[in-house]
């Protein structure tokens, strides 16, 4: 598609910019938080965000896949989460046949809300 990488990484940059511009009309004041995760999301990783209720934590991952285009889904880790509730679960249809529902992991991109909350049984099971 591109002829050079320099074509390339400069296409990456007027992206970039874009995205961040779209990003920053929803979440205000955090442009080094917003830097921070879509480094994360580019190098293909993962993201710790850390901080006090009510700085848009929440917020910014679904904004943040809402512009991507991506799917998104939260899980609130509660003491009583059972990894089933992650993954998901055969149920029995109507058509009295079994079928997989498939749990919030099947998204593109996931938060695991308050995990410290969450007994070492299932923090486990993730690993």
């Given at each position: 598609m591109y002829?050079?990488?320099?074509?390339?990484?400069?296409?990456?940059?007027?992206?970039?910019?874009?995205?961040?511009?779209?990003?920053?009309?929803?979440i205000i004041g955090q442009d080094e938080v917003i830097k921070d995760v879509l480094i994360s999301i580019f190098s293909k990783g993962h993201c710790l965000l850390v901080g006090v209720p009510?700085?848009?934590?929440?917020?910014?991952?679904?904004?943040i896949?809402?512009?991507?285009?991506?799917?998104?889904?939260?899980?609130?880790?509660?003491?009583?989460?059972?990894?089933?509730?992650?993954?998901?679960s055969e149920i029995l249809g109507d058509d009295r046949h079994f079928k997989f529902v498939k749990g919030p992991l099947f998204a593109n991109i996931i938060l695991?809300?308050?995990?410290?909350?969450t007994p070492p049984k299932n923090t486990s099971s993730f690993a």
């Open positions: 002829k050079t990488d320099v074509e390339a990484a400069d296409a990456f940059v007027v992206k970039y910019k874009e995205l961040n511009a779209e990003i920053s009309k929803i009510g700085l848009a934590k929440t917020l910014l991952v679904n904004t896949a809402d512009v991507l285009g991506l799917s998104y889904n939260r899980i609130q880790f509660t003491p009583d989460l059972m990894p089933s509730d992650i993954i998901g695991a809300d308050e995990i410290n909350r």
